[in-house]
């Protein structure tokens, strides 16, 4: 070959190799070394010494992720966070740690490798590598569980403002966060309302982390905490529902079941806010579409188009009022009464 290879022919072994920068990425995050780094510069052996690691291979490691922005080595081989890399500390408000440790996690890298069961079969590739699917398996490693509820409180915490920007949620006297999990999407719609009330509903042992988040917005004595399960049961007594990032965990069956029991709550003239994906037209969105793809193998559950929603919708007795776009992969779905 005489020529330069061509530049899709890069492109392409880039995409081919991006999961070696993840799998970096998850070990210097189960590792703390930007909580370890708040401080200033700090040399691979001190890091070493501080993590129970071995010092050159620490080494290999950092500088390697310092090649694509997450650290700064400097002329004394010392290592410093750098903006991007500020992210990873634990204790930033919009931290990446959870979600590094999460999707970097032994349960989800073995659902993934799965992948190929899945695009034969239809089936579920974490049922199949891990004999349970991700929700039982968080039940029974009560650490996973932990590291899921707190990336999904950063998801929730850097889509706030957009999802306020998207829908007028100071329409409503009592909003009900339906799966709400520890209340950071309940927290920020009531802090920037205070007039409006909230109802958290979530599984007992999921809603009992839910009193520090809410007392940190200040929301906490304008939310009734509620324990329960979606598909038995959902509160009434909201003008407004919100499903934030629910219903694309489920098969079609199993979210149309949620949404019945959602309509069930409602009045006559109550809304349903799903804060979800909207699927784009081919050849576009791609992080929509890879995240449909870990829905096949994780949770079980799929992305859908706008026609795909008001299909679903219908199947809960509701119909379709419009979408927003809050995010530029993430819509708020209003709906109501059919």
Not at 22 to 28: D, F, G, K, P, Y
Not at 98 to 107: I, L, S, V
Not at 190 to 216: E, K, N, T
Not at 248 to 277: K, Q, T, Y
Request: with cysteine; net charge negative.
């Amino acid at each position: 070959m005489d020529e330069a290879a061509p530049r899709e022919f890069r492109e392409l072994m880039a995409i081919v190799r991006a999961y070696q920068r993840s799998r970096a990425l998850t070990v210097v995050a189960e590792l703390g070394i930007a909580d370890l780094l708040q401080g200033g510069p700090r040399d691979a052996d001190d890091l070493a010494a501080a993590t129970g690691s071995h010092a050159p291979s620490l080494y290999r490691l950092l500088r390697a992720l310092a090649a694509i922005g997450i650290f700064t080595e400097d002329a004394c081989r010392r290592f410093t966070l750098t903006a991007m890399g500020q992210y990873l500390r634990r204790d930033h408000p919009l931290s990446v740690d959870p979600a590094a440790r999460m999707f970097g996690a032994d349960y989800e890298w073995r659902a993934w490798g799965e992948l190929a069961h899945s695009v034969r079969t239809g089936g579920n590739a974490a049922v199949h590598a891990l004999g349970c699917d991700v929700w039982e398996y968080r039940r029974r490693h009560s650490e996973d569980g932990e590291i899921f509820d707190a990336t999904m409180r950063t998801f929730s915490r850097a889509d706030s403002v957009d999802l306020l920007a998207a829908h007028d949620f100071s329409r409503y006297d009592v909003i009900a966060d339906v799966g709400g999990g520890t209340g950071a999407v309940l927290a920020a719609l009531l802090a920037a309302h205070r007039s409006v009330r909230g109802i958290l509903f979530d599984q007992p042992h999921v809603v009992a982390g839910a009193d520090p988040v809410l007392r940190g917005a200040g929301v906490a004595d304008r939310v009734t905490v509620l324990p329960g399960d979606f598909f038995a049961y959902v509160p009434p007594g909201a003008d407004a529902y919100v499903l934030a990032r629910i219903l694309h965990d489920w098969p079609d069956e199993d979210a149309v079941r949620i949404l019945r029991r959602v309509r069930a709550a409602m009045g006559p003239n109550g809304r349903l806010l799903l804060l979800e994906s909207v699927v784009g037209p081919p050849n576009e969105d791609a992080l929509t579409k890879f995240l449909d793809l870990m829905m096949l193998v994780s949770a079980g559950g799929r992305e859908r188009t706008e026609d795909e929603w008001r299909a679903l919708l219908a199947g809960g007795g509701l119909e379709l009022v419009g979408t927003a776009r809050a995010t530029p992969n993430k819509h708020v779905i209003e709906a109501a009464p059919a």
